[in-house]
């Protein structure tokens, strides 16, 4: 898989320097000021930081005292995720939370899927903004707010989506795991639900955080857009969604080379970016290039900081 990946990273690399020549895409920022990425990488580490910060809340029990670990371990899986294709990094976050903090698969699984329907949730209530400002109609915005409220609305039909999911698993599997271990189903359904927030109140500080921590995201990546591409709000903004969207999808290449700022570039596209000016066009394609490279090296830099921030756990005795 590492082979696999540093390939695809480095015909990635041999593909750009055909194309436009990697000192005429790094130039972007010269001409940007390098003040500007710095700001932005900065604005990048941020979002890493508020993302640890929506696991600690979560597990507040078995993380308290610990925030380095657990950005260690935010930022190792990130890294993964970036770095792998098909979302397999993706795996490494339950054994991760098993190892340094003793958390049972099932319910680090669990949390992780809801985290992840939450990001995409957020991303997808962020597209509906401007879809909303562009259609100018009142039942648009109604029907916004309706998705941006649905997570809500699902916290308050757990126990009734658990009940039915109890219902629905068939007689011959609950048998077999009975005999693996008696009360096993029951015991598997309670980690699944400890993966959910404990409360209404902890779920609207991670549905919170999570809001936040994207929609910073998104507007730091479509001012680097507009900065890099001279591309107009609508088309940054729409370039970012893009990208991001594409890396939360099930399929994306290694480092997501080719896949992120092929998102960008439908993403500034849809929401009107010139297609017809070819000069336009080109420098469109150098400033998405320039915005996923800012993601990578958020990403690595993180990963080499966090390093730092991470504490041997504690003796118990």
Not at 16 to 42: C, E, F, K, R, Y
Not at 65 to 76: D, H, N, P
Not at 159 to 179: I, T, W
Not at 244 to 265: D, K, M
Request: aromatic residues 12%; neutral net charge.
């Amino acid at each position: 898989m590492t082979l696999f990946t540093l390939t695809i990273i480095v015909l990635y690399a041999a593909f750009i320097q055909w194309v436009w020549g990697w000192d005429s895409v790094v130039s972007l920022w010269t001409h940007a000021g390098w003040t500007s990425g710095i700001v932005a990488l900065i604005a990048l580490l941020g979002t890493y930081a508020l993302r640890t910060w929506r696991i600690y809340d979560y597990f507040p029990k078995e993380t308290t005292g610990r925030f380095g670990t657990l950005l260690r371990l935010v930022q190792v899986h990130n890294l993964l995720n970036v770095m792998l294709p098909f979302r397999s990094g993706e795996a490494s976050f339950p054994l991760l939370m098993k190892r340094e903090f003793g958390l049972p698969l099932a319910r680090s699984t669990s949390a992780l899927f809801v985290m992840r329907l939450f990001d995409l949730h957020a991303l997808l209530a962020a597209a509906g903004t401007g879809l909303a400002l562009q259609a100018e109609k009142c039942w648009a915005w109604g029907l916004w707010l309706a998705f941006l409220i649905l997570p809500a609305v699902a916290f308050a039909l757990r126990g009734s989506v658990f009940r039915l999911l109890g219902k629905m698993l068939p007689g011959k599997a609950r048998e077999m795991l009975d005999e693996v271990e008696p009360g096993k189903v029951q015991k598997l359904f309670g980690e699944l639900e400890a993966g959910l927030p404990a409360d209404a109140n902890a779920f609207a500080r991670a549905w919170g955080a999570t809001l936040i921590n994207w929609f910073t995201k998104i507007a730091v990546l479509a001012w680097v857009l507009g900065l890099l591409g001279g591309l107009s709000v609508a088309a940054s903004f729409g370039g970012a969604l893009g990208g991001e969207l594409s890396s939360v999808l099930p399929v994306h290449a290694p480092a997501g080379v080719g896949t992120y700022p092929a998102g960008i570039t439908a993403g500034a596209l849809a929401f009107g970016a010139d297609a017809d000016n070819r000069q336009a066009f080109e420098e469109l394609g150098q400033a998405a290039v320039n915005a996923h490279l800012l993601v990578i090296v958020s990403s690595l830099v993180g990963t080499a900081l966090s390093l730092f921030a991470a504490r041997p756990a504690r003796d118990p005795g």
